[in-house]
T-cell receptor, first 118, second 116 residues
Framework: AQTVTQSQPEMSVQEAETVTLSCTYDTSESDYYLFWYKQPPSRQMILVIRQEAYKQQNATENRFSVNFQKAAKSFSLKISDSQLGDAAMYFCAYRQPRRIFGNEKLTFGTGTRLTIIP | ETGVTQTPRHLVMGMTNKKSLKCEQHLGHNAMYWYKQSAKKPLELMFVYNFKEQTENNSVPSRFSPECPNSSHLFLHLHTLQPEDSALYLC???????????????FGPGTRLTVL
């Protein structure tokens, strides 16, 4: 079974600085999908960034980027120029390969609570 | 309403009560999900409905009973719950198909359930 590990329960960063949240996962598959979700205090979970395992290029979305190390099964999230609105729980998630019909399942990590220090 | 909505947002119930959680998605998706979110634990997938058919029941106790009357609505019927069932229950939806691997799941705001 796939597992996702986020080893940092809490992180804090000074406003405008850069922070990296770590995520590792375990799978025997070669093709899969990885996601970072953000859950602000209002609770609605939203997608931050996603990555296809067969793409070597790291995904980027504005101030958010990932460092995808397939061999190491590592998928860290870097937030540049941190803003107060970035304060939230961040969840890393894994999805099985799409070739299997009915494999809609996302496997989540336990989350990292990010605090932004003004 | 847009996105995924859930009602009620907060629910307090006794162990002998029967209640239902409602989820509605306005995104035209064909798959819907129930997750349980407890403190310091990963989100737990409870049920998946794809094209209104239940494709996953993740060993959930029978006191939780899902219902998906159509692709836009999902219910979670609750009966004789235990205090350890207190949690945030999240609904999500997505568009599934052969090329859907990268498609994200869209989440609702959740229902905070407290079982006394």
């Amino acid at each position: 079974a796939q597992t996702v590990t986020q080893s940092q329960p809490e992180m804090s960063v000074q406003e405008a600085e850069t922070v990296t949240l770590s995520c590792t996962y375990d799978t025997s598959e070669s093709d899969y999908y990885l996601f970072w979700y953000k859950q602000p205090p209002s609770r609605q979970m939203i997608l931050v960034i996603r990555q296809e395992a067969y793409k070597q290029q790291n995904a980027t979305e504005n101030r958010f980027s990932v460092n995808f190390q397939k061999a190491a099964k590592s998928f860290s999230l870097k937030i540049s120029d941190s803003q107060l609105g970035d304060a939230a729980m961040y969840f890393c998630a894994y999805r099985q390969p799409r070739r299997i019909f009915g494999n809609e399942k996302l496997t989540f990590g336990t989350g990292t609570r990010l605090t932004i220090i003004p | 309403e847009t996105g995924v909505t859930q009602t009620p947002r907060h629910l307090v119930m006794g162990m002998t009560n029967k209640k239902s959680l409602k989820c509605e998605q306005h995104l035209g998706h064909n798959a819907m999900y129930w997750y349980k979110q407890s403190a310091k634990k990963p989100l737990e997938l409870m049920f998946v409905y794809n094209f209104k058919e239940q494709t996953e029941n993740n060993s959930v106790p029978s006191r939780f009973s899902p219902e998906c009357p159509n692709s836009s609505h999902l219910f979670l019927h609750l009966h004789t719950l235990q205090p350890e069932d207190s949690a945030l229950y999240l609904c999500a939806s997505s568009q599934e198909g052969e090329l859907a691997g990268l498609n994200e799941q869209f989440f609702g705001p959740g229902t905070r359930l407290t079982v006394l």
